[in-house]
């Protein structure tokens, strides 16, 4: 299995960005996805996740209401569209998924077996 985040990048304050969670090696419709980040000196952290349908997609309090997570499986992508993007949303962003299913939908570090690269965002003041 195999997962790769991409998209990061440098951006202002209230801007946009859009990243990319591409798998191989997996029924990518059969899998949980989920985004976590870690800052610099901080711990890794939940930011989003979503069912294998795209119907369920719960969020952080931090992000809900300014990222929205998506899924094409077709292109076996998850996407995650961070807007209005702040300072404290610096991190290392990574993907993560999960094909054994559980009775809910996974929100745990620990509860991902598959994990991304990482991808860099910086938003700057």
């Known amino acids: 299995v195999q997962l790769q985040a991409f998209g990061g990048g440098l951006v202002q304050a209230g801007g946009s960005l859009r990243l990319s969670c591409t798998a191989s090696?997996?029924?990518?419709?059969?899998?949980?996805v989920g985004w976590f980040r870690q800052a610099p000196g901080k711990e890794r952290e939940f930011v989003a996740a979503i069912s294998r349908s795209g119907s369920t997609t719960p969020y952080s309090d931090s992000v809900k209401g300014r990222f929205t997570i998506s899924r094409d499986n077709a292109k076996n992508t998850v996407y995650l569209q961070m807007n209005s993007l702040k300072p404290e949303d610096t991190a290392v962003y990574y993907c993560?998924?999960?094909?054994?299913?559980?009775?809910?939908?996974?929100?745990?570090?620990?509860?991902?077996?598959?994990w991304g690269q990482g991808t860099l965002v910086t938003v700057s003041s």
């Open positions: 993560a998924a999960r094909s054994v299913i559980l009775t809910h939908l996974p929100v745990r570090i620990d509860e991902y077996p598959y």
């Open positions: 090696g997996i029924t990518f419709s059969r899998t949980a």
